[in-house]
């Protein structure tokens, strides 16, 4: 679905990604995790070509994306859908045409044909009665599922998700991740997903991978990457309470019964 082969970047001249090699199967929720600065997001610009690699190639299914221009490069940017990290949804605009801005920029649709899709579209993702509401008077959560909404409209296969739990509580970073992982399932797209929160990367997964200093250090199933021998990795589970988390309770529970 998405290969990148040897994939090298640089800003100026800090080298940003170097040789990133990974596949992403049709139909995977692929997660990339890391600390601030790694490279998540840069690789995620490199899917839809916002980003070019100075050396190496990304494929989108059996087309070179990375090399794509003109009407080639439009056809391709149309297999995605993306949820960005702010939700970047227009505060001039009511819910109802943000979410419907991408059909009426880039479809012949009828008004009606639109305002039946984004009906559907925002009843998805729980939002029904919220057509003509404001951004602004939505909680971060609810525009995350905006946001979600306005990817989905144009029935991409592939859903790229840039920080989808970022700024959110607990509470609603778990029910965006149930979201995630209920498109998956119903609609069967490709979800490709950035993010720092490993308790959503270890929910969502179906692999993991961790980029470092722009290189990929381990790529695995969740159930594996827990396990890692990898002492950044390692590192990286520890600063969430990951594998911390005997330890963690153990203290607690001292405390208590002291």
Not at 43 to 52: F, Q
Request: no cysteine; proline share 3%; aromatic share 6%.
């Amino acid at each position: 679905m998405i290969r990148f082969e040897r994939v090298t970047k640089y800003f100026g001249e800090k080298k940003v990604l170097e040789n990133v090699d990974f596949a992403v199967a049709p139909g995977e929720t692929f997660v990339i995790v890391g600390f601030s600065g790694a490279g998540k997001s840069v690789t995620l610009k490199h899917m839809i070509r916002l980003l070019t690699p100075d050396y190496g190639k990304v494929y989108v299914g059996g087309e070179v994306i990375s090399q794509a221009s003109g009407r080639e490069l439009q056809k391709l940017r149309e297999r995605f859908g993306v949820l960005f990290q702010g939700a970047a949804l227009l505060e001039w605009m009511s819910v109802g045409e943000n979410v419907g801005l991408p059909l009426r920029e880039k479809t012949n649709m009828s008004e009606h044909d639109i305002r039946r899709r984004v009906n559907e579209r925002l009843e998805q993702v729980n939002l029904s009665h919220v057509y003509d509401l404001s951004p602004s008077e939505l909680s971060g959560g609810m525009r995350k599922r905006v946001g979600l909404a306005r990817a989905l409209v144009m029935n991409p296969d592939i859903i790229l998700y840039d920080e989808p739990t970022s700024g959110l509580d607990p509470v609603t970073s778990r029910s965006i991740d149930q979201l995630i992982e209920r498109m998956r399932n119903e609609l069967k797209v490709t979800n490709v997903v950035v993010t720092h929160d490993l308790f959503s990367a270890l929910a969502i997964g179906t692999r993991i991978a961790m980029i470092h200093n722009g290189r990929i250090l381990e790529i695995s199933t969740p159930s594996e990457f827990i396990r890692s021998q990898n002492e950044i990795v390692k590192n990286f589970l520890d600063s969430q309470y990951i594998t911390k988390r005997g330890k963690w309770e153990a203290q607690i529970n001292e405390t208590q019964e002291n």
